[in-house]
């Protein structure tokens, strides 16, 4: 078996996913490949280190690669599609660490390629399943299912509205590039500020529940609730409340743009939703904050940080006119505060998990 899942960027909707709210991902160009064949017990062998590990799939791996693997295993064998024993050999071209989602590639690609070991055909919404379970309940990352989503069900050439509250697919179009500035700071993830982040919105439903609003899930909240439930509540829960409100509204919003290929439109979402990360959801840091702010001076559509935050990436919509100056410029800038150059590529959408030849 031989399988590839693409890494993503969210175009916008950060810290939705968890929040019942809608989200925006597309699929990127980077891949992570899986090759597996039968064999007695487990070994896996990835380019990150490039040593054959005997894995034990019961055994705690914390946060390393080796317990994405094992996640995956444990959850399969207990919907019985796991087989006996493998050899999987990984390589990926999906920055790790990056806010471009190389877990999902690797538990998505591991799914499919394992399950098609054992000689079964699992539908794509399956391996989401098997993937998420994978990182949430096994690894730990209290994550939502955006990453997962979009790694199986991208198609090339659209983002992919999620509205995780009904679960509802719409594929968008996305015909043109997304830049992809990567900050240099890696972020981790398990046991972290995301894991933090989503207990303090938990602490908010029931907080909202005692003033007299119960919702489902905040993502409920419409907008012109806001200013009345935010009266009295203190931060850092207001600032929390106000971020994932907005970040709803932004989202439907540039989802609308994107189909009306009002490109100018979805950048001026993207510019808010950095705001809201920066001042209200508080997941940002200072090298995406340059980064947004000189992409913007430099003429770009919009631009923000995707992924959990906290280091990784900011995407940009570029004008197609302009693209290499503002590319410069902003680069020079970064390197003038930082000391370095940020690697900076560009990635049109593509499709989610398949077979290789
Ligand atoms: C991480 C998680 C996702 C999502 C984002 C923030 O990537 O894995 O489920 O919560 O953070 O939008």
């Known amino acids: 078996m031989l399988v590839s899942a693409p890494g993503r960027v969210n175009l916008i909707g950060e810290h939705l996913d968890y929040n019942g709210g809608p989200v925006l991902p597309l699929a990127i160009e980077r891949r992570t490949v899986v090759a597996a064949g039968h064999a007695e017990g487990w070994r896996v062998v990835s380019a990150i280190d490039g040593t054959v590990h005997a894995l034990d799939p019961g055994a705690d791996h914390g946060d390393r690669w080796t317990g994405y693997v094992a996640g995956v295993i444990r959850v399969l064998r207990r919907l019985g599609a796991c087989p006996r024993g493998g050899a999987l050999a990984i390589a990926s071209d999906v920055p790790v660490g990056a806010g471009l989602s190389s877990s999902a590639a690797l538990t998505v690609a591991a799914a499919r390629a394992l399950t098609g070991l054992a000689g079964r055909r699992v539908p794509r919404e399956r391996l989401v399943e098997v993937?998420?379970?994978?990182?949430?309940?096994?690894?730990?990352?209290?994550?939502?299912?955006m990453d997962q989503t979009i790694a199986a069900l991208a198609r090339p050439g659209f983002a992919l509205l999620y509205e995780t509250g009904t679960g509802q697919l719409t594929h968008v179009p996305l015909p043109g590039r997304v830049w992809v500035f990567e900050t240099g700071v890696a972020h981790r993830l398990t046991?972290?500020?995301?894991?933090?982040?989503?207990?303090?919105?938990?602490?908010?439903?029931?907080?909202?529940?005692?003033?007299?609003?119960?919702?489902?899930?905040?993502?409920?909240?419409?907008e012109p609730e806001l200013p009345g439930l935010l009266r009295g509540l203190p931060p850092p829960w207001s600032l929390r409340l106000r971020h994932v409100v907005t970040e709803t509204a932004r989202t439907r919003r540039a989802a609308r743009a994107l189909a009306e290929r009002d490109l100018a439109a979805v950048g001026q979402c993207l510019r808010e939703g950095h705001r809201s990360l920066q001042l209200d959801f508080q997941s940002s840091c200072a090298e995406a904050d340059l980064l947004v702010e000189a992409l913007e001076r430099h003429g770009a559509h919009?631009?923000?940080?995707?992924?959990?935050?906290?280091?990784?990436?900011?995407?940009?919509?570029?004008?197609?006119?302009?693209?290499?100056?503002?590319?410069?410029?902003?680069?020079?800038?970064?390197?003038?505060?930082?000391?370095?150059?940020?690697?900076?590529?560009?990635?049109?959408?593509?499709?989610?998990?398949?077979?290789?030849?």
Not at 131 to 145: I, L, N, Q, S, T
Not at 302 to 309: D, F, K, Q, V, Y
Not at 311 to 321: D, M, T
Request: with cysteine.
């Open 131 to 145: 993937a998420y379970r994978a990182e949430h309940d096994e690894v730990g990352v209290r994550c939502g299912r």
């Open 191 to 222: 046991g972290g500020e995301l894991n933090a982040r989503r207990q303090q919105c938990e602490e908010l439903v029931a907080l909202l529940a005692e003033r007299g609003r119960a919702v489902g899930t905040l993502a409920d909240v419409e």
């Open 302 to 357: 919009g631009a923000r940080l995707t992924g959990a935050g906290w280091g990784g990436a900011v995407i940009a919509l570029l004008p197609e006119a302009g693209e290499g100056q503002i590319v410069d410029g902003t680069r020079r800038e970064f390197a003038a505060a930082f000391g370095r150059f940020p690697a900076t590529w560009a990635t049109r959408a593509m499709g989610g998990v398949r077979s290789e030849k």
